[in-house]
C-alpha cells in the first residue's frame, strides 16, 4: 500500500469517530508530558492500535493515543505517546501520525519531547524553545520516491521551527511568568544514552540539547507545509556534565516535577495561536 493509501485509510477511520470535529493544532506529547491530553475537552480517545497502518507505542511513560478535542477553545489533536525509531520502527512510521494529521487538517504543529542539556548554562527542569535542530540520526525520513501530491522533493529547512509561532511563545512565557530556555535540539537514534565524548562533540557542533526524537516529525511537517513549534523538557543534563550515571527514571522524575509550568505554557500558547 502507497504512503498516500495509508494516510487516507487511517484518515477516513478517524474522521468517522470526529463527528465533524476539525482539528488545525496538533500537539506531539513526548516522554511524561503526556497530561496535556487529558485537559483536553469534549475529547475523543482513539488507541493508536485501532487506527488502521498505526504501530503499537511501547516505550513506558507513553500512554499511544489520539485525543481529539478542544483546548483553550482551539480545536487540537494530541498524540499521547510517539514511535521512536529506536523502537525499531521504519522512518515511514515514525512519521505516519504527521502525515495524518496533516491529512485531517492540522496546519500548526506544537512538538514536544525530554531532553539532555547540553548546554551548561541549563539546569534540569527547564524548558528550552527549540530554534533550530541538527539531525544526527544518520537518515532522513524523506529517502526514496518523493510524492509530489505530498510535498517537494527537497524541502527548505532554512525555518524548520515558524519564527512567528517562536517569538509567540518567547512572549507568552514571559507574560506568564514561565522561566524558558532557547536553543538548538540534537535528534540522535538513541536508545543507548550519549557518551560524555559524543556529548562534548554536539555541543561543539552546536547543539544546545540532545533526545530521541522530534527531528524525523518535523522533516516530515515542513515537507507537509505545517508551520511547528518545538518545546524541550531539559529532563536531566546529559553525560558526562554531572557526576552520575543517566536513568529513564530521573528523566521521567523532572518532567513530573516541570509539568504545571509546562501545562501552563502550552495552554496560554495554544490560546494565542
Ligand atoms: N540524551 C538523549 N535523549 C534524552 C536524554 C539524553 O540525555 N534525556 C532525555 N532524552
Redesign the pocket.
Known sequence: MSLHEKMEQAKSFIEEKLAGKKPTIGLILGSGLGVLGDEIEDATAIPYSDIPGFPTSTVAGHKGQLVIGSLEGKTVVAMQGRFHFYEGYPMELVTLPVRVMKAIGVEKLIVTN???GINESFKAGDLMLIRDHINQFGTNPLIGPNDDALGVRFPDMSQAYSKELFSLAKDVATENGVHVQEGVYVG?T?PS??TPAEVRMLRVLGGDA???STVPEVVIARHSDIDVLGISCI??M??GILDQP?THDE?METTEQVKADFLKLVKAIVHRM
Open positions: 525530554a531532553a539532555g540522535t538513541g544514552y550519549e540532545v533526545g530521541m529532563s536531566n546529559a553525560a543517566l528523566v
